[in-house]
């Protein structure tokens, strides 16, 4: 039973630039959450995925975006690219979107470096 | 607004001891907190949770205890073995939203 992976494991870009990082959960998992981890920071929400639409959202500006497929993956998009948004990507998947949080499965995340 | 702070960077216990690691927050819409166990290279695992309606929550050698009036929570290992060398992250769910909100964490090193 694979869990959550993500790919790519690591990435780097430069500013200004766009990067897309995929995610897909857990089987018979069907909600997919994104958090950013900055160096020395715990995980903060990005947004959460459910039935193809985003449901909520962080603090964070349109530059995240998202996206799920009818197969339950998602992407993680982020467009201008600048040196604060290094960090490692991680997204989390459930089923259902009120399931309680110890429901929730983590991938090893993506490390973005932009340079 | 740091909401869920864990003061303490590290942690260094020996094998056999009592380890505790601290959480305080300050939002009053928790319903109710996780401890995640995280590895080098790999995603936070869930470890135990707590809800807000509770004091305390045991699971083998982890019991996480709830304070309530003075907005804490702690885990306890007992005993802490090589193997619990990680970073453990504290969280909290925001009431009626999806959300969790997590601390900075805390490197425990359990060494022989």
């Known amino acids: 039973d694979a869990g959550v992976t993500q790919s790519p494991t690591h990435l780097i870009k430069t500013r200004g630039q766009q990067v897309t990082l995929r995610c897909s959960p857990k089987s018979g998992h069907d909600t997919v959450s994104w958090y950013q981890q900055a160096l020395g920071q715990g995980p903060q929400f990005i947004f959460q995925y459910y039935e193809e639409e985003e449901r909520q959202r962080g603090n964070f500006p349109d530059r995240f975006s998202g996206h799920q497929f009818p197969n339950y993956s998602s992407e993680l998009n982020v467009n201008a690219l600048l040196l604060g948004d290094s960090a490692l990507y991680l997204c989390a998947s459930s089923l259902g979107p009120g399931a309680t949080n110890e429901k929730l499965f983590f991938g090893s995340g993506t490390q973005l470096s932009v340079l | 607004d740091q909401q869920v702070k864990q003061n303490s960077p590290s942690l260094s216990v020996q094998e056999g001891r009592i380890s505790i690691l601290n959480c305080d927050y300050t939002n009053s819409m928790f319903d109710y907190f996780l401890w995640y166990k995280k590895y080098p290279a790999e995603g936070p695992t869930f470890l135990i949770s707590?809800?807000?309606?509770?004091d305390k929550n045991e699971d083998g050698r982890f019991t996480v205890f709830l304070n309530k009036s003075a907005k804490h929570l702690s885990l306890h290992i007992v005993p802490s073995q090589p193997g619990d060398s990680a970073v453990y992250f504290c969280?909290?769910?925001?009431?009626?939203?999806?959300?969790?909100?997590f601390g900075t964490g805390t490197r425990l090193q359990v060494f022989p």
């Open positions: 969280a909290a769910h925001l009431y009626n939203t999806d959300k969790l909100i």
């Open positions: 707590i809800s807000s309606i509770k």
